[in-house]
């Protein structure tokens, strides 16, 4: 049950430029120019008048050595402090309203992107990535790009406005002493350069964990059942356990360098400090700079040590950012495999039943070593055509294919008589009603599953496909007929009643043509039957494809093809089937006395309408 890692399933993806990368963003940060400038002059404008407190200060204590100090002097000092402070916390409100939210607006922009680019993608994507590597990407990623351009952003231009200027007032003071006070900094500057490669590489390692750990928790909430009859839940726990302990590890590890990050930035701060209260005591007793510059220049020094240890967190949020930013990138320029090719106009597909002409079709899967078709040639015409064979024989494949689920090579399958490939899949995918051999229903009322696929569709035409399904008089058992609510939080459905819930959603889209993927297979005999039989009514002059193992089902079909190891090898109708196919007959003679199934023993040999006399309905 333990995922994958995902690096294999990510296997051939090769890292973008970075120019490319951030030309995710760039664009969003052109759009909100203005309110960015904003919020970046508020942030500056706190910046220099934050420091002005210290040249107000110097003025203080210089009026305080020199004796010229008075109780109004200091006291309207106190109060332009006071004023200050006022005018840095509205204006700091501002820059945080202002920033922060534009990070919330990018990170929402390609939230955005990322979910309506993953409805593009088709199957083959989606058998190559796990839903917790998808999930990591909406979450932690799009998080660490957030953080990266909203308060890293803030962190960087105030950690630039605030050095630059104290740096600048610093050496109005002295300029040698400042060159004193700076000299560890190159030294800080190496420090952080390389721990953030470090960084970025444990950070990566972090985000495949997290995908690892989330697509372990959905594979086992999705098979819970499976889970609890097998009694797994100290195997799972014990994985979980494993999976967590591991994200825990590589966490640390990213801790243990930005650990270091800031310790290694205070400490070249303190040196600093150090410095200047010995060399600049020197110039204070030597006369050379005031009491009052003494004090600023202190002060500045101070200010300068948020910005040096601001450095390492702004590399750590913009690694992080690049990161992630990157892997989004990645994920963004996944392209379906299936795509249109040309657009050709609608009247080309005005045929009114298409049909299907496969010539020697051979399809692999893209992680396959077998093919699992083999220069299949069929022709797919108005009628009910039944697929039958054994397990693993390609039915399922060759109704996605039809479905245009998977690409086909050019001049093999043929639509309405266009190449497939000439035509635009939603040209072909919207003729197409299909129902797939796993039912899928959504969280939501009996009346929306149906209704799926033509959002629009009144009670009367909902009710009508349930009946023709044969599970309307169910729906109508339920809590609230219609309206109850189906999965998670409402009630739970039959096998049997999925599957026709699944064919009442195709029957509702009415297009004409309909793939049944053995989509009947948890129904009783009868109940499968009896749909059959009404959809025979229903689905007159419509080109059907129902997939199957029953023979009484079959032989309610115009035409019977059979199966193996991806290729056709037989085909006709039930009697002859049953004269010459060994496979064939050996299904009816196991099928002959299953309950409810009811043939009667003296019909091989007969004509098929005399074997569906023989049929008990
Ligand atoms: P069943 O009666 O059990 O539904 P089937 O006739 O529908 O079987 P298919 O699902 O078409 O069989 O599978 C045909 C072959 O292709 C099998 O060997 C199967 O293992 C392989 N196969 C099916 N789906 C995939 C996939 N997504 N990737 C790789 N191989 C696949
Ligand atoms: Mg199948």
């Known amino acids: 049950m333990k995922p994958e890692s995902t690096a294999q399933a990510g296997q051939g993806r090769r890292p973008a430029g970075k120019r490319a990368v951030l030309g995710l963003v760039l664009p969003i940060f052109f759009r909100h120019r203005r309110r960015l400038a904003l919020g970046l002059v508020a942030l500056i404008a706190v910046d220099f008048l934050q420091l002005i407190i210290p040249h107000l200060l110097k003025i203080g204590v210089d009026s305080l050595a020199d004796g010229t100090a008075t109780e109004n002097h200091l006291l309207a000092i106190g109060g332009l402090i006071l004023l200050i402070a006022l005018v840095v916390a509205i204006l700091r409100f501002t820059w945080r309203y202002l920033i922060v939210g534009f990070s919330r607006l990018l990170e929402c922009n390609l939230r955005n992107r990322i979910f309506s680019h993953i409805l593009t993608l088709d199957r083959s994507f989606f058998e190559q990535r796990t839903t917790g590597d998808i999930m990591a990407h909406a979450s932690n990623d799009l998080l660490a790009v957030q953080m990266a351009c909203g308060m890293g952003l803030v962190a960087a231009v105030d950690a630039l406005v605030m050095s630059c200027a104290a740096i600048g007032f610093m050496v109005h003071i002295h300029l040698r002493l400042t060159l004193l006070a700076l000299l560890p900094m190159p030294l800080l500057a190496l420090c952080t350069r390389l721990l953030a490669t470090r960084l970025h590489q444990r950070f990566n390692i972090v985000q495949e964990q997290f995908s690892l750990l989330t697509e372990f928790v959905r594979t086992t909430l999705v098979s819970i059942r499976l889970v609890k009859a097998y009694t797994m839940e100290n195997l799972q726990e014990r994985d979980f356990e494993q999976l967590g302990r591991a994200y825990v590890r590589s966490n640390i590890r990213v801790a243990t360098i930005q650990g270091l990050l800031f310790p290694v930035a205070g400490l070249v701060g303190n040196v600093g400090m150090l410095l200047v209260l010995y060399f600049g005591g020197r110039l204070v007793i030597a006369g050379r700079i005031s009491l009052g510059d003494f004090v600023a220049f202190i002060t500045y020094l101070y200010m300068l040590v948020w910005p040096m240890m601001a450095i390492g967190w702004v590399t750590s949020l913009g690694q992080r950012g690049m990161t992630s930013l990157g892997r989004i990138h990645e994920l963004l320029s996944a392209a379906p495999r299936l795509q249109d090719r040309v657009r050709v106009p609608e009247k080309r597909l005005t045929i009114p039943v298409p049909g299907f002409r496969l010539r020697d079709l051979s399809f692999a899967y893209p992680a396959a070593t077998h093919p699992a078709l083999r220069h299949v040639s069929l022709d797919i015409g108005p009628g009910i055509l039944g697929l039958t064979g054994r397990t693993g024989s390609g039915k399922s494949t060759l109704c996605k294919l039809l479905a245009r689920l998977y690409p086909v090579a050019d001049g093999c399958l043929f639509f309405a008589g266009s190449d497939v490939n000439s035509l635009p899949l939603d040209a072909v995918r919207s003729r197409i009603g299909y129902v797939g051999q796993e039912t899928v229903l959504f969280s939501d009322t009996v009346a929306a599953n149906i209704a799926m696929g033509r959002p629009g569709a009144g009670r009367t035409e909902i009710e009508e496909a349930a009946r023709q399904a044969a599970i309307h008089h169910e729906i109508l058992q339920l809590p609230k007929g219609y309206e109850t609510l189906i999965g998670e939080r409402g009630v739970k459905l039959s096998g049997g009643q999925r599957q026709r819930l699944a064919l009442a959603r195709a029957l509702l889209c009415r297009r004409p043509v309909l793939i049944i993927d053995d989509a009947l297979s948890a129904l009783d005999v009868e109940t499968e ?55 064939y007959r050996f299904m009816y003679e196991k099928q002959l006395h299953e309950p409810g199934v009811g043939i009667n023993n003296g019909t091989a040999g007969k004509t098929t309408s005399s074997f569906r006399q023989g049929i008990n309905v």
């Open 529 to 583: 039957y009896a749909v059959i039989v009404a959809l025979r009514q229903r689905l007159r002059g419509k080109t059907v494809l129902i997939v199957s193992q029953r023979i009484k089902l079959l032989s309610e079909t115009d035409e019977i093809v059979i199966m193996e190891q991806g290729t056709i090898a037989d085909r006709g109708g039930h009697e002859e089937l049953f004269q010459r196919n060994a496979l």
